[in-house]
């Protein structure tokens, strides 16, 4: 089974609320990322937190690791129509240069 | 512009046919990766180059080939062997371990 996995698999929302995603993986890793993808697009990167960081903030993204629980959460605070896209995060695994996607998050976010 | 550059956009190919799938980066990347993405799924990684003249295999190589003779470009064949090839291709790149930059993809139908 894939390390990472999302959760939920898919999220409505209205414009202006707060969307929050969820991912769980199964080994050590060094670091953790979360990227998005825009229907039929190639994936872009939001933002990567390190195993030894509890929580990073990029703009209206807020990411919080728990190592101990080997989890992670995505929180994208007043949301737009534009965020619609799902999102995927991705953990090295101990081996740097191969990431392991989850299988993402179909966010909506309605007008 | 810098970026990442993947043709075509859609790849239509006969069953039995190998095809050729084109990904070039002018970031000055060392690092260079292929993924396969089918519906509502994550990616997973087909091979992957550290360097050039240099690649590995990934989670699901079997029916694949690619070639890194350039630092630029990183060609990924899907064979005849491959069962399933119809698929999302993406190509990435990076330069640290870490974030990597992704292509816009190439659908490919095999009927």
């Known amino acids: 089974s894939q390390q990472g996995e999302e959760d939920p698999q898919a999220l409505s929302i209205q414009e202006g609320e707060n969307a929050t995603m969820n991912c769980s993986y199964k080994?050590?890793?060094?670091?953790l990322q979360w990227y998005r993808q825009n229907s039929g697009r190639g994936l872009v990167h939001l933002i990567l937190?390190?195993?030894?960081?509890r929580e990073k903030h990029s703009g209206r993204l807020r990411v919080t690791l728990d190592t101990s629980k080997k989890s992670s959460s995505l929180l994208i605070t007043a949301s737009r129509a534009a965020d619609t896209a799902s999102y995927f995060c991705a953990t090295d695994a101990g081996s740097s240069y191969k990431l392991i996607f989850g299988s993402g998050t179909r966010l909506l976010v309605r007008p | 512009d810098g970026g990442i550059t993947q043709s075509p956009k859609y790849l239509f190919r006969k069953e039995g046919q190998n095809v050729t799938l084109s990904c070039e980066q002018n970031l000055n990347h060392d690092a260079m990766y292929w993924y396969r993405q089918d519906p509502g799924q994550g990616l997973r990684l087909i091979y992957y180059?550290?360097?050039?003249?240099?690649?590995q295999k990934g989670d699901i190589a079997e029916g694949y080939s690619v070639s890194r003779e350039k630092k630029e470009s990183f060609p990924l064949t899907v064979t005849s062997a491959q069962k399933n090839p119809t698929a999302f291709y993406l190509c990435?790149?990076?330069?640290?371990?870490?974030?990597?930059?992704f292509g816009p993809g190439t659908r490919l139908t095999v009927t």
């Open positions: 990435a790149s990076s330069m640290t371990p870490y974030e990597q930059y």
């Open positions: 180059s550290q360097i050039v003249n240099d690649f």
């Open positions: 080994t050590s890793i060094n670091n």
């Open positions: 937190i390190r195993s030894n960081e």
